[in-house]
């Protein structure tokens, strides 16, 4: 077991520990200020905590464009590392498969921070899920913030951005709300491919965790595109997809300026 290893393991307990004191600090805030524990508060929580853990795994993000703050936000998927990456990029809501929120510590904070969760097999659900994004889209600007979809409905090793299902872009073509396109890579040290860290397929999440720990150095790229409107799901679905395929392409080490953390 290398030292690398052990020591981020120590970090990252302790980096989950520091969340739920902060989480516990937050409501209090709420409380004190007899205010609701909002979408907003919760996603700042959440960001706060998403740079910790990121920081114990000693993994760095490197951000061009400006975040959304509004509407539907949708990027290719690579592993869970993608919440943390996105969540500490930008204060923002995800859209996330059932399972996790049965994942011990995970799925409390993932309910904690206002998670929406898809079943992805059923119908309902998937017709559930976009009536909430409906409804919290369509809320008053000052308590809005960003939907984060990942539309290929599943991680992959990023050797391609599978197709877009068009499902959960209906109720942004519907009301009008801008839909903003987003790319994340990971560029590892020493020449390792990406998907070494790609979270893909029957393997387990301890074992790609214990992975992670190991890693030597860990840069996560994300991409913003302009936001755009759209009048139809599919078309949507169908340029969004080819907006972060191009963006995958390029990559955002090529381009300046940026905001890392």
């Not at 989950?16 to 700042?44: H, K, N, Q, S, Y």
């Not at 397929?201 to 302009?226: C, I, N």
């Not at 936001?227 to 679905?237: G, L, N, Q």
Request: net charge positive; charged share 15%; with cysteine.
């Amino acid at each position: 077991m290398s030292f690398r290893r052990c020591r981020r393991a120590v970090a990252l307990a302790l980096a989950l520990a520091l969340c739920l004191v902060r989480l516990c600090f937050a409501r209090l805030a709420a409380m004190c200020a007899g205010e609701a524990f909002t979408p907003i508060r919760r996603a700042l929580w959440l960001q706060s905590c998403c740079r910790s853990v990121l920081a114990s795994l000693g993994i760095r993000f490197h951000v061009q464009g400006a975040p959304p703050v509004v509407g539907l936000l949708v990027t290719n998927h690579l592993s869970y590392l993608d919440i943390l990456i996105y969540g500490a990029a930008l204060p923002c809501v995800f859209v996330s498969k059932a399972e996790i929120a049965r994942w011990p510590f995970f799925g409390f904070t993932a309910s904690q921070s206002g998670t929406i969760f898809i079943d992805r097999t059923s119908r309902a659900s998937t017709q559930a899920v976009a009536q909430e994004i409906a409804r919290r889209i369509a809320g008053p600007l000052s308590s809005s913030i960003p939907i984060l979809v990942f539309p290929e409905g599943t991680s992959t090793d990023g050797s391609e951005v599978h197709r877009f299902h068009s499902g959960l872009f209906e109720p942004a073509a519907a009301s009008g709300a801008p839909v903003t396109a987003a790319a994340v890579r990971y560029v590892l040290e020493g020449g390792v491919p990406e998907r070494e860290l790609c979270w893909y397929g029957d393997e387990g999440f301890l074992p790609h965790l214990w992975k992670a720990l190991a890693v030597p150095g860990f840069m996560a790229e994300v991409r913003f595109s302009q936001p755009r409107i759209y009048a139809d799901r599919r078309v949507a679905a169908r340029e969004t997809h080819a907006e972060v395929a191009a963006m995958r392409e390029t990559g955002v080490s090529q381009a300046a300026p940026a905001v890392s953390g």
